[in-house]
């Protein structure tokens, strides 16, 4: 079921309870956690925070703490599959849903009492009504009841016995049941019933497909737990930050469609206002100041140079096909018509000469539409404090991306994720900074790897969607998000260069060796280029295919466009998705 008062029927609840709080490995639930644990900070309350990779991760972390805890909270995590089922638990362990990934699980979204999702049912896409997906067999229990009083009613007389001795109710029932049927016409009824049953089965799993057919996500966990702890009046610079994080990441990884999020930056600017006149703090050094401001989608530029900013930058790249020589012809005299020396456009951001500094965002935005970069402004905030710490939204997303990813041998993923959670709090400014770092690293690799790709013509087509199949196990592309994103920039940049017509409508398929010991192999699943929606398909569409070729498939993670497979079994797997989807 639905809760909407978050204040009263979800936080006061938990109010001198302890409470397990399950958290998914990505940046919004981090984020959301961090707010979350500071509510709870406020208030004195007992909690034990579990980061988690996937159902798997699910399962092990309630089995282990599941104790002494009657109040689980899931960010997000937990929404899109039957929790009961999964987990099976006692009665009176009740669960609070707080999860972005949709569509949501039928089952969650009608439980009485047990679990409860956090959020506004009037915000979410054609969920099924309860007639149409569950189905009440009580009629028919009766009436195979009957039937059985029926055959039994010709037997002795110890039966007619056992008949006088029914209490009074039983008896008074018969007397008012309607008059007796024959045989043939209770079995004419019963086929009828049953025939009704198979039609009314055939509906369901059509709407039930139509339902489940696309993923996508609804609207970021960090705000909506911000928006509590705004109404609870313990809302400050910091947890609005974090909330600006959460939704940043949902726009940067393709989450949500730009409209989604212009429409949230409205309620957030009014928050930024109101938290900037309540804050009396005269300390630069320590005071944060949150602003909007129009930004450019180029990476990390603030903490790089500006040349391997618009090289190894998605938009900038595939626009301008930077990978070509041409490319790199076009991007010196794009440099050159700005009035940026080659020298300082080498050199770090933040050592060039403070007008050109100044300048940079104007020079590129009255260039974009010459030079084909249209999309490049987009409207975010930025966080300062001191007198040199300035960030984007955006830094800090790339930031805690490669800080997850970047688990080795000695590095578990629970140490990313508490390294990640800690390169929030300004205090721990050297992580963020190291994280920063991380990012640099992946984005070059990623565009080497898109060089390389293009260059070699890896990416194939089958006609219905594109494929590139990694070789080797890769140090960063053997993880979710690395690999989404390197998938969405061979996508974007096979588009540009290609001449095929029907390119931009053509999804694609990356993979990758994930562990060479046991065979396994990663794939994602990335919607066509020309799609305006972020709904993606794949993951109904793994499901078919592994059916239809019998192989068997690891849908662990909760993005359901995300999967493990054999090698052995890829071929296989990729010629039953071809005519699946042809």
């Known amino acids: ?63 282990e703490h599941q104790g002494d805890v009657k109040y689980v909270l899931l960010v997000n995590c937990g929404g899109c599959v039957d929790i009961v089922e999964l987990l099976q638990p006692s009665e009176d362990v009740t669960f609070y849903i707080c999860d972005s990934h949709r569509p949501l699980d ?97 509906e369901r799993d059509r709407i039930m497909f139509d339902y489940t057919q696309f993923s996508y996500y609804g609207r970021s966990t960090a705000l909506l737990i911000f928006e509590l702890a705004w109404k609870l009046s313990k809302d400050n610079m910091d947890l609005l930050w974090w909330a600006i994080v959460g939704i940043s990441e949902q726009l940067l990884l393709g989450k949500i469609e730009s409209g989604a999020y212009t429409l949230e930056l409205e309620h957030i600017q009014s928050h930024v206002s109101r938290l900037t006149n309540k804050t009396n703090d005269q300390n630069t050094m320590s005071a944060s100041k949150i602003s909007f401001e129009n930004d450019l989608h180029l990476v990390l530029y603030r903490h790089w140079t500006v040349t391997e900013s618009m090289r190894y930058s998605r938009y900038s790249a595939c626009q301008m096909k930077l990978w070509t020589l041409r490319g790199e012809k076009r991007l010196h005299e794009l440099l050159v018509e700005m009035g940026l020396p080659l020298v300082a456009a080498r050199q770090t951001f933040s050592a060039m000469d403070m007008v050109l500094r100044k300048e940079f965002y104007t020079m590129v935005e009255q260039l974009a539409e010459k030079y084909s970069l249209p999309d490049i402004v987009y409207g975010t905030f930025t966080l300062s404090y001191g007198y040199r710490s300035r960030y984007a939204a955006a830094d800090y997303v790339y930031a805690l991306l490669a800080i997850l990813q970047s688990i080795k041998k000695h590095k578990t993923p629970e140490d990313c994720f508490m390294e990640a959670s800690d390169a929030l709090t300004r205090q721990h400014k050297d992580l963020l900074n190291g ?17 390389s790709c293009l260059e070699a013509h890896q990416v194939h087509s089958t006609g219905s969607f594109f494929y590139y199949v990694l070789q080797e196990e890769h140090a ?16 974007h940049g096979h588009v540009a260069t290609t001449r095929a017509r029907q390119a931009p409508d053509l999804p694609l398929i990356a993979t990758c060796p994930l562990d060479a010991a046991q065979g ?10 020309r799609e305006d929606s972020p709904k993606n398909f794949f993951g109904k569409a793994f499901d078919q295919a592994a059916q239809k070729s019998k192989t068997s498939l690891l849908q662990d993670f909760f993005e359901p466009s995300i999967v493990q497979l054999r ?16």
């Not at 053997?478 to 061979?490: D, E, G, N, R, W």
């Not at 396994?520 to 280029?529: E, H, K, N, Y």
């Open 1 to 63: 079921m639905f809760i909407q008062d978050l204040k009263n029927d979800f936080y006061r609840q938990l109010i001198g309870k302890r409470i397990l709080i399950i958290v998914n490995y990505d940046v919004d639930a981090i984020c959301a956690s961090k707010i979350l644990q500071s509510l709870f900070k406020y208030d004195h309350m007992l909690y034990t925070v579990v980061p988690i990779m996937g159902i798997t991760g699910l399962r092990r972390a309630y089995s």
């Open 106 to 202: 039928v089952c969650n979204v009608y439980s009485d009492r047990q679990v409860c999702i956090l959020g506004d049912p009037a915000l979410e896409e054609n969920i099924p009504a309860f007639e149409s997906i569950f189905y009440d067999s009580e009629g028919e229990d009766d009436d195979e009841h009957e039937d059985g009083d029926d055959a039994d009613s010709g037997a002795g007389d110890s039966d007619a016995d056992a008949d006088e001795d029914r209490d009074g109710d039983s008896v008074e029932r018969e007397r008012q049941r309607a008059p007796k049927l024959s045989r043939m016409q209770r079995h004419e009824q019963r086929v009828m019933r049953q025939r009704a049953r198979r039609q009314w089965e055939l």
């Open 435 to 451: 994280g920063i770092d991380n990012a640099k690293l992946l984005h070059a690799a990623i565009f080497r790897q898109v060089q």
């Open 476 to 491: 960063f592309f053997s993880y979710p998000y690395a690999l989404a994103l390197l998938a969405k920039f061979v996508l």
């Open 520 to 529: 396994m192999c990663l794939l994602v699943g990335i919607a066509p280029v």
């Open 567 to 582: 090698q052995s079994d890829l071929t296989r797997f990729l010629d039953a998705l071809t005519v699946l989807l042809t």
